[in-house]
């Protein structure tokens, strides 16, 4: 066979190639798939040079490659300017600069292009997984950049793969005191104004069959919710979000209302808003959408104020912003459990929530108007007209299904007297055109509902999978109330969840799994739990340290630091006088006795155990019966030499410098 062994300019080069792949890799999944394939190709052809000793390509032959792949760049994007086009042009430059490197600058030109492009993976993904991977990829690029420094003997890769991560460790408390000290910016940590973003998936301004059952399949997190006061059970949660007040026989949408100018408890616009009951403060952190409604718990006054974004609001009582919210935002809103919506609205301005569009659904208009005739023979009002409905609901088995049977041009009639089966869409939309008919004003509401409580970090987190439509009818003298029949036909869905309501078959061997994870006492569910926090944990102080959290933060740590009684500043106190007492040691500590102490650890771990007095002379003596190489032995005793020297006999001034460097380059 072959010898295996690697001269060391080989090693130190695919350590290189090694690293390079490791800081384009996360890039894969973004990039064209040519551009993919080219860097692996290159990177493949370097390391074939190296391993074979192999002149690397000339000039004549990059060149025309270079050429072509800038072409390619601007086939794919159309442009050589912006995000995307530029790393992939960094990510190429790279791959090819390995093929040009003639001298030692141009090694560490690759280490720092390495460096740069490193930092381009936070444009795509800012998770902390992201995050830790990062840092071990900074660690491998440390490794290569310490091995060029090495003249003579170079340590074993482990070795210097510690090094490396030790160095990495002396600079994060730096990193990390200005990341919380230095003067933070408006906007996001990482991101270009210019910056496209693919659709994401939330809530819209319209909803049809079909639309709420695609966002149940997703478990992205829509917000997470902080009370600050307690919090209300999971069957009053409801996030408001948009209405929905159109409808062409196929399709809810806005009907766009008008501006409310924020004056509560009074009439504006037509909106007479009275709010009492317990106040129920919370802090959301909504995730970006793309669009540009905020989510508050029912009901809560629209006087929303979200930094860094112009809110406004309707007088159907929905928040949005007016730009679209591509980065995760986070505003705090008080809920009141007790509330009137346009109590003494004049039901003459009702019509626009009783229009219902000509030629649909003759089945259900029907029921209407002989609900309405009904009523006013008993001379019934709309509670009990409302009441009536949700019994026929519960009485008539409609049953809770992510796969409803498709619907014709009279979806609401199919619905309502032939398949039975829904999503929350389906029994929303058709409860507000059955209540339509029947003569009572109504609206769709869209939004989520319920939500999960992580127990460790006391969020509860509201996840794409929670999206809900109900309905809201108006009562004369009561306003606006919401109404969901949904919980009529499925009561399970709104006080335990979707995954309780609607049980999804696990795949054969998952079925335990899944078991563990509905359990939120087992391992699986402490463990999704933690993970959950250290997500939020990431978002809330790394990616979202703005400057009013900066701000907040650093006044409450020099409020901490300055009350002496506190337990946090006392702990800091302590830490820091036993670093400089660790320090002052350090510095008292004679440098030739730190390094004999060095050796001596190092001694002990070959079996040469320093005896109490033990003198150097003595134990050079005993380490000639070590089974070791004799180089490693000739390099020990002559450690030991030195330190007797320095140690114990008159030297001028220039031998024990010259004995001290020497006695430093054995140490290493």
């Known amino acids: 066979m072959k010898n295996l062994a690697l001269t060391r300019d080989k090693a130190d080069t695919l350590l290189l190639v090694a690293a390079a792949f490791m800081v384009i890799a996360p890039h894969f999944a973004h990039l064209p798939w040519w551009i993919s394939a080219t860097v692996c190709v290159t990177l493949f052809w370097r390391a074939l040079l190296t391993l074979r000793g192999r002149r690397l390509p000339p000039v004549w032959l990059l060149l025309p490659i270079a050429l072509l792949a800038i072409g390619g760049v601007w086939y794919s994007y159309r442009t050589l300017l912006g995000r995307d086009p530029g790393v992939a042009m960094l990510a190429l430059l790279l791959a090819f600069k390995l093929l040009e490197m003639h001298a030692r600058r141009d090694l560490f030109v690759v280490l720092f292009l390495s460096f740069f492009l490193l930092l381009t993976n936070f444009f795509y993904s800012q998770t902390i997984l992201t995050g830790v991977a990062m840092v071990a ?379 563990l994870q509905n359990d939120k006492d087992s391992w699986l569910s402490r463990l999704r739990f933690g993970m959950n926090a250290a997500n939020n944990a990431w978002n809330q102080w790394v990616l979202d340290y703005n400057p009013e959290r900066q701000q907040n933060f650093l006044v409450e740590l020099w409020q901490a630091i300055g009350n002496w009684r506190t337990p946090a500043a006392a702990a800091l106190l302590g830490a820091l006088a036993w670093a400089g007492y660790r320090w002052r040691q350090r510095r008292a500590l004679d440098p030739v006795q730190a390094a004999y102490a060095r050796f001596c650890r190092h001694a002990a771990g070959l079996g040469l155990v320093p005896a109490p007095g033990e003198g150097p002379h003595s134990l050079a003596l005993r380490l000639r019966a070590l089974p070791l190489p004799e180089e490693r032995k000739a390099a020990l005793a002559e450690f030991l030499e030195l330190y007797g020297a320095l140690r114990y006999r008159a030297l001028d001034d220039d031998e024990r410098i010259r004995s001290a460097r020497r006695l430093a380059s054995l140490l290493r």
């Open 137 to 515: 990829t900074i660690v491998v690029l440390l490794t290569a950049q310490i091995t060029f420094q090495y003249t003579g003997a170079v340590p074993p890769l482990g070795r210097r793969l510690r090094l490396a991560g030790k160095l990495a460790t002396l600079a994060a408390p730096l990193a990390a005191l200005l990341f919380v000290g230095f003067p933070r910016i408006q906007g996001p940590l990482w991101g270009m104004p210019g910056d496209a973003r693919g659709p994401r998936t939330g809530i819209s301004d319209s909803m049809a069959p079909g639309t709420m059952t695609n966002l149940a399949l997703s478990e992205e997190v829509a917000f997470r919710v902080r009370f600050l006061d307690p919090a209300p059970p999971q069957n009053r949660l409801y996030w408001r979000g948009v209405v929905l007040s159109n409808y062409d026989g196929r399709t809810w949408t806005r009907i766009g209302g008008t501006p409310y100018r924020r004056d509560i408890n009074r009439i504006t616009d037509g909106l007479t808003l009275r709010l009492g009951g317990s106040a129920i403060r919370h802090e959301i952190t909504l995730e970006g959408t793309q669009q540009r409604y905020l989510f508050t718990l029912e009901l809560t006054a629209p006087d929303l104020i979200v930094p860094g974004q112009r809110v406004s609001a309707s007088d159907e009582l929905e928040s949005y912003t007016l730009r679209p919210l591509h980065e995760r935002v986070r505003y705090t809103a008080v809920a009141h459990t007790d509330y009137a919506v346009q109590a003494d609205l004049d039901p003459a301005l009702t019509g626009k929530w009783l229009q219902l569009p000509p030629g649909f659904n003759p089945l259900t208009r029907a029921l209407g108007a002989r609900l309405h005739a009904l009523a006013g023979e008993r001379g019934s009002g709309t509670a009990e007209l409302v009441d009536a409905v949700l019994s026929m609901l519960r009485q008539r088995r409609f049953e809770y299904t992510l796969e409803p049977p498709l619907l014709g041009r009279n979806s609401v009639d199919d619905f309502l007297f032939r398949t039975r089966q829904g999503f929350c869409e389906h029994f929303a939309g058709s409860f507000v055109f059955l209540m339509r008919a029947a003569g009572v004003p109504a609206r769709v509401v869209t939004g989520y509902q319920g939500g999960e409580l992580n127990p460790l970090d006391g969020y509860v987190t509201v996840r794409q999978s929670d999206a809900h439509a109900w309905a809201e009818v108006w009562v004369p003298g009561r306003g606006w109330r919401r109404v969901d029949p949904t919980a009529a036909a499925a009561p399970e869905r709104i006080n335990s969840g979707l995954s309780r309501a609607l049980p999804r078959p696990a795949p054969f061997g998952l079925a335990g799994l899944m078991a």
